[in-house]
């Protein structure tokens, strides 16, 4: 759920394109705070500094400066407005990823989409989004301003490091990744839910990694599956965040067992773990600094076994996987499928 709900449409490409895009929005916030200039001045001063159109430089300043609320006018003087300050302190694509997106029509819904099925063609990607905002434009779009318009947004999300793009493959980067992710968490009603979607986010991600490399991969995994045929089951039906299983051809069986511990009963998932530390290669826990410190003294202090085949991850580490293995998919589907 948005802070808020965007309600302006028209968009516009940044100068310097994809490339230099967020840097010369930077350059002209800063020569806006260090320079009096009347909102003529300044459509003069993009024209003669970029070398742009008047009318170009005019829409530039209306849409993406003015208009989005970055820049304000103060006795008809162009000053930054505490956003802009905000923004050019920070200095964050993100930040003004977080700007667009508050108030431009069809922006957030490109991540929203690559987050569901990804990755996904220029064209197919265009597709879903334009049906999905058709309610709001209505007949004021024909299909070929909404591909302008949709371009725009394309460009500015690369340049705001959102999406990325392989041939003819757009995906997630990271940053998108931890963005898409955070405004799930946001939509949440308790802390608890909040802690369940950014919980079944990782889960959806390993799997994600694990059918790539062709393990099946299974979110919330039984302990008994894990574990030979040979040992006792246990009664209860215990959970593994995930697992990854391979049989080899006279190797046996390759198992990775995965537990996401953002938080709560640490004590449970090492139990997990250790029920099946014997028989899996690694065990391998998402978690934070704190928390492998912690789960590291406990093993330590219990000298158990789960210590030689455990191994740690951050959330990071995992969006980084995943968007390479994006763009993985990407590169084999073009070399070896087409």
Known sequence: MRAETPSKTTFWPMIGGISEGFANYLLVLRTIDSTKMAKRQFVDWLVDRFGLAHSYAANVVTTLFT???????????????????????????RSLYGVFASQFVGIADIP????????LTWDNLFVAWFDFIKPVVGKRWNRDHAKMQFRHRIDWLRSLDIINKVSDGYYLSTGGMEETAQAKARSARSPAERDAISH????????????????MSVKRASVNDARPARTAKLAEDRQLDCLWAR????????QYAFEVQLGGNMSDAIERLEMVAPFVQKAVVVTDDEQERRIHDRLDVKHSPL???????????????????NALKVFTGKVFHE
Not at 247 to 254: D, E, P, T, Y
Not at 307 to 325: H, P
């Open 67 to 93: 208009g989005a609320g970055v820049v304000v006018l103060d006795d008809g003087i162009c000053s930054l407005s505490k956003e802009g300050r905000a923004l050019l302190e920070s200095s964050s694509p």
């Open 112 to 119: 929203a989409i690559l987050a569901d099925r990804q990755p």
């Open 200 to 215: 079944n986010d990782i889960e959806n991600k390993l799997r994600l990694i694990g059918e790539f490399f062709e393990f």
């Open 247 to 254: 049989v080899i051809h006279f190797g046996g069986k390759v």
């Open 307 to 325: 210590r030689d085949k455990v191994m740690f991850l951050s959330y990071e580490d995992v969006n980084n996987v995943a968007a390479a293995v």
